[in-house]
């Protein structure tokens, strides 16, 4: 697979909303079954990161991470953020409640287009 939008979108992914849309509409358009979603990054500009985590304190220990290293990691021209599945033992591990735990950590509006295949 590509790992572009076309190319997810030949791999069978559908979707393509952006967070501020899944929230607009409470996460309707996607399914409360299991599956494979992706965190897509709409464009391709240099990314600026945030001086603190917007996630909050994970098991009382803080997340942020220094600038210098974010960038020693990031992958330049990277449009997949994140490569997630839904499903196992739990019924509340669907699609639609992994990526509304997803926005509950990404608090603020960001430029993220979400893929469910």
């Not at 990314?47 to 803080?62: I, L």
């Not at 974010?70 to 330049?76: A, D, M, Q």
Request: one cysteine or more; proline letters at 4%.
């Amino acid at each position: 697979m590509e790992f572009h939008t076309q190319g997810i979108a030949a791999a069978g992914f559908l979707g393509f909303l952006t967070a501020d849309a899944l929230r607009e509409a409470k996460l309707s358009q996607v399914p409360a079954q299991p599956g494979v979603y992706m965190v897509l990054r709409d464009s391709v500009e240099p990314q600026a990161f945030a001086e603190t985590s917007c996630g909050g304190h994970f098991k009382g220990k803080n997340p942020t991470v220094e600038n210098a290293v974010l960038e020693g990691k990031w992958v330049h021209g990277a449009t997949v953020l994140y490569i997630g599945k839904a499903g196992g033992g739990t019924p509340s591990a669907t699609l639609r409640e992994r990526l509304g735990a997803f926005l509950n950590s990404v608090k603020a509006s960001q430029s993220h287009i979400g893929a469910v295949a």
